[in-house]
């Protein structure tokens, strides 16, 4: 029987994936460049985020365990493919001198000669880096992802605490958690908001690049090596919108948990006191205005289905 995937571990392969997105020198590619700045302007957003969450799975109490558990056995294999895969290319983009007659991974013009081996080596060893440094960026969009499915859990622990209620002093406890994660859960969502626009924008361009080719007289190499690369954003937008469309659902299921207490045997004030509750059910998306209306897999699904309809044309 394999060993569990606890949610300390699981950070642990999250942030070894990413380590490298955040080692100097930034290659000069814009998505590097715009996601490291990103992240740099939220620096201090992120270090908040990440030490609650770090806090909150140090202090977990068992049902709170069983729900990370939960997820992370639910999304594991997909994320971890995910991972191994990015890896994976950058290392068979690497090794393809040894089997190609080509000097170096990345076809490259230099001002000076590169024949000898001390300075071959060098440029060698910086493509190399710089090819691991892009997978380390790719899989930052997991880490991201790591975020949003922690929110979730918080809420859906918290649903659970909701429907154990009793009184009204339980209930104004759980109201000020549920403020504290929707702030916290607004947070989050606001350091990938632009990340996620930019990831959009990237897709949709390679997207229509990849119909335009497919319909030109272009070699077959060509084509296969597009599909592969729209192939590839699609995963990376959907690496986001599972689990925002998923906190989405969380962060509304609370106030809905209110439904599952037995409230007709409360007093008249603590009925209307959860009315209030249930009145509010405002859930948490991530949106960009007037761009990005809400990730969610229904948005997801209707971005695949716009740009098939753009390349048909």
């Known amino acids: 029987m394999t060993k ?7 950070i642990d392969i999250i942030w070894f994936s990413v380590v490298l997105s955040f080692c100097w020198p930034l290659p000069s590619i ?16 992120l270090q908040y985020v990440v030490k609650e969450m770090l806090n909150c799975i140090k202090e977990a109490q068992q049902y709170e365990k069983e729900i990370y558990n939960k997820l992370i056995a639910k999304s594991s294999i997909f994320f971890g493919s995910s991972m191994v895969c990015v890896y994976l290319t950058s290392t068979a983009f690497l090794i393809g001198p040894i089997f190609m007659p080509v000097p170096f991974p990345c076809d490259a013009e230099y001002p000076f000669r590169v024949n000898n081996t001390p ?9 190399s880096i710089v090819s691991y440094q892009c997978a380390a960026h790719l899989c930052l969009s997991m ?3 790591l975020l949003l499915w922690f929110t979730a859990a918080r809420f859906e622990c918290l649903a659970i605490e909701m429907r154990q209620i009793t009184n009204t002093s339980m209930l104004i406890v759980c109201v000020k958690k549920q403020l504290h994660l929707r702030r916290y859960a607004e947070k989050v969502v606001g350091i990938f908001r632009f990340i ?17 080719i497919l319909l030109m007289d272009t070699p077959l190499i060509v084509k296969i090596q597009f599909i592969v690369v729209s192939f590839t954003v699609l995963t990376e937008i959907y690496i986001y919108t599972w689990p925002a469309d998923y906190m989405k659902d969380m962060s509304i299921h609370i106030s809905w948990s209110a439904y599952d207490i037995m409230w007709y045997k409360q007093t008249l004030k603590m009925q209307k006191d959860l009315l209030k509750v249930l009145i509010y059910q405002e859930p948490i998306i991530l949106s960009v ?10 948005y997801y699904c209707s971005f695949g289905i716009d740009l098939g309809r753009i390349q048909d044309r």
């Open 119 to 127: 300075m071959h080596v060098i440029i060698y060893v910086q493509q």
């Open 30 to 45: 814009s998505q590097l460049v715009i996601q490291t700045t990103i992240c740099v302007i939220n620096h201090d957003s």
């Open 196 to 212: 996620v626009l930019y990831a959009v924008g990237v897709s949709t361009f390679i997207l229509t690049l990849c119909g335009i």
């Open 289 to 298: 205005r007037c761009i990005i209306p809400e990730l969610s897999l229904r």
């Open 4 to 10: 569990q995937l606890t949610p300390e571990k699981a």
């Open 143 to 145: 880490f991201g992802a």
